[in-house]
Structure formats: C-alpha cells, structure tokens
C-alpha cells in the first residue's frame, strides 16, 4: 500500500523479549523522476514522491541551470516538464555533470566549484543576527512538522525559518539535497527569493551542497544536526555564510562568520 511518500510493507519483527512478531512497518519510497526541460531530459534524481514541482524548480534554480519558468507540471509517470519563456536558453555547460542522480549525490571537480562562485555571488547582508534562544528552538520546531519521519525514521527535512524562529516552508525527503531542492523550489515558486533575511536548518548532515543551494536562495545562515564537511566550511566562510552545526540544544558549534549569532542571554 502506499500514501503519499510512506509504502507499507509486512515485516517480522524480533522484540526485546525475543519474540517475533508478524506486522505492516512504514518505509519511506524511494522512486526516480525524471526533470524534463521542453523536451530534453536535464536529470533523473531518486526521490520521495511528492512537491515534485517544487523539487524540480529548486534543482534547476540552484544549479543555475535557469533563473525563469513559464510552466511547470508533473505526471503520475515520474516526470516533471518544465517549460522556460520564449528565447530563453539552458545554460549548457551547467550540463555536463549532470545524468542520473542519486538521493546523496553532489558536485564534483574544481571546475564546478568555480562556476557555482561565478553564477551566485556572496552573501552581502551584514547587519541580520538571530539570538541564542530563536537558534536554540529550531530543531524541536523543524521535528514538529516531520510527519513522515515520525512515521518511517527514515527521511529527511529541511526548513527555512524566519529570524524570528517562525517556520515558512518545511520539506522532507529521502535524500538530504533533494528536501533543501523542495524548500528552495516553493519559495522560487511563490517569488520570495532571495531569503536573504532567513534561515536554512537540514536535519542531516552539512554538506557542500546544502550550503551551495543555500547561497542560491540568498540565505545567509545554515545551521545543521549533524557535523558539516571541510569543504562545506570553506564555501560558506568565502560566500560570507553563517554556518552551524551540531545543532542540539543547549549546545552548537559555529564554524564561519559568528558575527550573525547573538550569544548573550
């Protein structure tokens, strides 16, 4: 059976006294989806099913593939077509490193690395900071509205908040990259980029990539569970991002520009 993003599958269970037990488990579905731009096949990601719109408009906008859509839509085929405005061309050499993605996948090579600094230039805003407290808040409010999560234990999110700890949009999905591509992707959507006075919060790790397709949004504070990556660090201390990891109340680490965070009480 399956609803939505959740699959139902019948499972034995061994429990703590050592019986086994025969029952339906949730398990988080994991499908391909083809992203479509006229007629051309840009990427195939694996995804949860759903927001597949938002997934694909976030994956075109933080990739730089294009800045522009006319029309969007998807089928029960796990295809999403996008249709850009007249004259409007794909950036071609965006396309070179792109084919079948996976839910964990990312960018590889200098070469790329340089131009995702050409195409999204660093984040100017200086004066925004975030308390303590407002930070501190975040993950019990980010888990709130995991629902499939709860369900499954086997998804992640991603929620942009506003500096005032107020959730706007909350995404989950399979694969880290793509629930940041979901978030990223409704707000492209309802034009609010760029979240320039906004917060990114992943339920994972803090990869290259989920900084990099935050500076796309404009957002300048990143904040993480689990531990960042090396060059995660790097990218956002060079693109003027805030970056915070290990994110588990009362304790954080910060790792590049400290100056956003109020740490007074």
Known sequence: MKENGIGSQKIIRRKRDGELEYLPDDLTIEEPLEIHVGRQVLATTMRTP?????????????EAVV?????????????VVVDLAAGLQL?????????TISSSCGICGKTSIEAIRQNFPAI???????????????????RKQQGDF????????????????RPQIVREDIGRHNAVDKAVGRAFLDRLLPLDRHLL???????????????????PIV????????????????????????????????YSHIERVILEL
Do not use: C, W, Y
């Open 50 to 62: 759903g927001h597949d719109e938002e997934l694909a408009a976030g994956f075109l906008v933080s």
């Open 67 to 79: 800045q522009e859509i006319t029309k969007i839509s998807a089928n029960s085929e796990n295809t």
């Open 91 to 99: 950036k071609l050499n965006s396309l070179q490193r792109f084919g």
């Open 124 to 142: 100017q805003s200086r004066g925004l900071r975030i308390d303590i407290q407002t930070l501190l808040s975040l993950p019990k409010l980010l």
């Open 150 to 165: 709860a369900r499954t234990g086997g998804i992640h999110a991603a929620g942009i908040f506003d500096l005032d700890g």
């Open 201 to 219: 919060l992943v339920s994972g790790r803090a990869s290259f990539e989920i900084v990099q397709k935050a500076l796309a949004a404009g957002i």
């Open 223 to 254: 904040a993480s569970v689990s531990a960042p990556s090396t060059l995660a660090v790097n990218f956002a201390r060079e693109s003027n991002q805030t970056l915070i990891g290990f994110l588990r109340p009362p304790s954080f680490n910060i």
